[in-house]
């Protein structure tokens, strides 16, 4: 069974959310880019809270939709990714956002809000 982007894009911000990430944003890639449709990045307040934002990701995605990612970075928790295809999560401690600046090197990407139905 297929999994919408973007309703898989919505949960995982939602969950972030209560996990106290700040600063999301969604970038739709779709037009500019055939590695995903959506890149989602967001900050947490330590290593500790960047692994407990992915850690929930993870475990909520599989338990309503089905799916794993493959991750990089949960055990340093400085950047760990989350690539679920057609949706890419980038969750940073702040310095390492600032340094690597992927708003900024997907410049091109639209940014969208959450979907009304949550």
Known sequence: MAV?????????????????????KILDISKISV???????CSGRSSTNVQAIAGEIVDKVKEKLGLSPR???IREGRWILLDYGDVVIHVFIE????????ERLWGDADEVGM????
Do not use: C, H, T
């Not at 919408?4 to 999301?24: G, S």
């Not at 590695?35 to 990045?41: L, R």
């Open 35 to 41: 590695i995903a449709d959506f890149f989602i990045i």
């Open 71 to 73: 991750k990089e970075g």
């Open 115 to 118: 979907s009304a139905n949550l």
């Open 4 to 24: 919408d982007p973007r309703a898989l894009a919505d949960l995982a911000i939602k969950v972030a959310e209560d996990k106290k990430a700040y600063d999301i």
């Open 95 to 102: 310095e390492e956002r600032q340094f690597y600046n992927l």
